[in-house]
């Protein structure tokens, strides 16, 4: 059996991926110097030409290509093996029963993230949209919206984790899909208590989605026995699928947004939602 790799011997390889991707901007940077010396003619180097510096979307395109290429390279420079620690697991496949609760968590995970960034790029726009009293929502009170949401989430979040620790993870996951709801929903109203209701209510939800998924996957990995490399392993991959997740939800927000308006996508987070919270009573314990 190979011996899993050393904390030195992964130094090693953090130093010298760092090492390579430094060289690696040294030398541009001095083909930029060498180039003109302008800080214009320097970027032009980097990212083609000096067309594409006038030009945003292609100038997006290329630095999110360079930034993709960045972290696939320095992913592979850090991975290391998983060590084993319980029966079933191997070096570099998890057991049957942890693949499993994997999927379990993973696929709820993921939908309660679709359904938080399915939200987020319209809340401004579905906000100033509203006319209350006979006047249009300013932006000072589409602020205090905002504030109403992440104050709430501060003010409980205390006692949102208390709470789910004693009443259950399970439970906290499902409540969260439920008042999420109740704040996509209130946006279809144009009466100021219900909309202040529901940005509190999304501020608790939002305690609960940091709080309860994860809660209950730590639970279930300790009573299982499984390694704790497979623990670190799981939320590196939920957190790298989430980042994916946030552009296919950008892309459906934007989609909806454009065919029924800036309510839609606040409507299709619902579903997501509904699908998570079935997933949660239907796949997990509680703990």
Same mark, same amino acid.
């Given at each position: ?5 050393? *904390?030195? !011997? ?23 110097? !060498? ?5 214009? =003619? ?24 360079? /930034? ?22 191997? $070096? ?35 906000? =100033? ?17 905002? *504030?109403? @949401? +992440?104050?709430?989430?501060?003010? /409980?979040? $205390?006692?949102? @984790?208390? /709470?789910?620790? #004693?009443?259950?993870?399970? #439970? ?12 996509? *929903? ?6 100021? !208590? ?16 940091? !709080?309860?998924?994860? #809660? ?8 299982? @026995? ?29 989609? #909806?947004?454009?065919?029924? @308006? ?12 509904? *699908?998570? $919270?079935?997933?949660? +009573? ?6």
């Amino acid at each position: 059996r190979r011996r899993a790799p050393t *904390l030195k !011997s992964s130094r090693r390889r953090r130093r010298a991926a760092l090492l390579v991707l430094s060289t690696s901007l040294a030398i541009l940077g001095s083909r930029a110097t !060498s180039n003109g010396g302008s800080l214009s =003619s320097r970027a032009a180097v980097l990212v083609g030409n000096e067309a594409t510096i006038d030009d945003p979307t292609k100038l997006f395109r290329i630095l999110f290509r360079i /930034l993709g290429v960045a972290c696939v390279g320095l992913k592979v420079a850090t991975m290391k093996r998983t060590p084993t620690s319980s029966p079933g697991e191997s $070096a570099n496949e998890p057991s049957l029963d942890m693949a499993r609760l994997q999927r379990r968590f993973l696929t709820v995970f993921w939908l309660f993230k679709m359904a938080d960034w399915l939200q987020g790029p319209y809340f401004y726009d579905v906000y =100033s949209s509203k006319v209350i009293n006979g006047q249009p929502v300013s932006t000072d009170m589409v602020a205090r919206f905002f *504030l109403t @949401g +992440f104050g709430t989430a501060a003010a /409980l979040g $205390a006692l949102v @984790g208390r /709470l789910v620790d #004693a009443h259950g993870r399970k #439970a906290g996951s499902i409540a969260f899909a439920l008042l999420y709801g109740l704040s996509a *929903l209130s946006v279809h109203s144009d009466r100021l !208590s219900l909309l202040l209701l529901g940005r509190m209510a999304g501020g608790v939800g939002t305690a609960l989605l940091f !709080s309860a998924p994860e #809660a209950w996957l730590v639970g279930e990995h300790q009573r299982a @026995g499984f390694s704790d490399a497979w623990l670190s392993g799981t939320f590196g991959l939920a957190y790298l699928g989430d980042s994916i997740v946030a552009i296919l939800a950008g892309l459906l927000a934007g989609s #909806a947004a454009g065919l029924y @308006g800036p309510t839609a996508p606040f409507a299709l987070s619902m579903v997501f939602l509904a *699908l998570g $919270a079935a997933v949660v +009573f239907a796949t997990w314990r509680e703990n």
